[in-house]
């Protein structure tokens, strides 16, 4: 019997309002439902792999719909813990990126954020569990929740569980007392594969980037950097297997995207990809990570898993929503240029 994959992280509505405001006359605000753990989930759920999701939720009738509907996905939701009175919320401008001025957070006093430690069963919930996952974007909203991933990856990592995070870095999160490089560099040692960039390794570890890399502008330096940033992460951290660095640049529509490997020593670029054409930043990141796991659960060659996650984050540009839509068929085409 396969084991499962979980994704423990907040479940967030994404709001999003247009840029001019014609939401207002129109009496219409699209959303979304997102969070960075589950974005991951609903795309190795769409490539059929066994995952289920953890997080915590008011027990309502909302939250059992959402339920419902990722259930619908495939996504097995049985272990959520219902606690707390309200959902996570963040407003987007339509078209910006989560590091955009365009980016509300409305998470205060969310069910997740007031997660305790103690509460939580973990040998129930990592029963039959061989992978986790979490995002920096967690530890982020809260002393507690803080503690409650500290006490996550401690309970995993005592059961012989693969346990990845992204360095998601939210500079609008983090108001609790706590800076980044405290909280993670304790979560850090029970990590198996870290994916981010040398910019997230320098605010959330303290991994020091070389002063004025973007000026250069060249893939060469930006890569050299990678391959010290996860030089530095496998020598802080031993039990990490594999360091993933990823790299978008260019203006609101034009992209130039490609991302690189560190693991057993080997350090390996992608294909680049370009495009004019972009509709929504929002998640290709979670994407990737899902591309990632997807490949190293399945033991492909690091080259294969490098090049499956760079194509599955590039065609997660072009879906409006916080999650792909894209197919293992879809991504293996972009791969080979189809």
Known sequence: MEKNILCFGELLLRITPDAGGDWLNTNNLPFFIGGAELNVATALALWQLPVQYYTALPDNYLSKQLLGHLQQNGIVTDK?????????????????????????????????????????????????????????????????????????VKAASAKGITISVDLNYRAKLWKYGKSPVEIMQQLLPYCDVVMGNVWAAEAMLGIEVVPDIHESGQKSIYLKEALNTS???????????????????????????????????????????????????????????????????????????????TAAAFTKLFVESDTTNKTVNDIQKAISNE
């Open 80 to 152: 959520v813990r219902f606690w707390g009175d309200r959902i996570g919320l963040y407003y987007l401008t339509k078209g910006q990126d989560v590091k955009h001025d365009a980016l509300i957070y409305d998470r205060a006093h969310s069910s997740f954020s007031e997660l305790k430690p103690g509460i939580i069963n973990w040998d129930e919930v990592l029963a039959d569990v061989s992978w986790v996952h979490f995002s920096a974007i967690s530890p982020a909203v809260s002393q507690s929740a803080a503690d409650v991933c500290l006490e996550a």
């Open 231 to 309: 030089e530095e992460i496998v020598k802080r951290y031993p039990k990490c297997k594999a360091v993933a660095n990823t790299f978008r640049f260019g203006n609101d529509n034009d992209i130039n995207y490609y991302t690189a490997l560190y693991t057993a020593g080997q350090f390996i670029s992608s294909k680049e990809y370009s495009s004019n054409q972009i509709v929504d930043k929002v998640g290709s990141g979670d994407c990737y990570m899902a591309g990632l796991i997807y490949g190293m659960y399945n033991n492909w060659a690091p080259a294969e898993v490098l090049e499956y996650a």
